[in-house]
Nanobody, 127 residues
């Protein structure tokens, strides 16, 4: 079983930055693919970023590429999402997710490929 807890959300002006963190439990954290998804009011949950166990070749949604960066610390059992140049359309509840095993690239953005989810943290970007 894996328990995920997000932190770091808040209110920021457009152009600003926030850093989200996700703390994970579980003895085999290093084997999980970790991802971030978000859900805005009235919209489907959408993929933001993902990273495999090695930390190499992170994967991003086109909408955040060049602005967001995902990183993991297997020793600390945590994953972070650095969000820069935030836009009002980035406003959403952000969720940390973990898979049961390392995912192939073609599944990294697939919501159903992740077995464990955090409770979410609100990010609000004002214009």
């Amino acid at each position: 079983q894996v328990h995920l807890v997000e932190s770091g959300g808040g209110l920021v002006q457009a152009g600003g930055s926030l850093r989200l963190s996700c703390a994970a439990s579980g003895r085999t954290f290093s084997s999980y693919t970790m991802g971030w998804f978000r859900q805005a009011p009235g919209k489907e949950r959408e993929f933001v970023a993902a990273i495999n166990w090695s930390g190499g070749s992170p994967y991003y949604a086109d909408s955040v590429k060049g602005r967001f960066a995902i990183a993991r610390d297997n020793f600390q059992k945590s994953v972070a999402l650095q969000m820069n140049s935030l836009k009002p359309e980035d406003t959403a509840v952000y969720y940390c997710a973990a898979s049961r095993s390392e995912l192939l690239t073609r599944f990294l953005a697939t919501h159903s490929a992740y077995a464990y989810w955090g409770q979410g943290t609100q990010v609000t970007v004002s214009s």
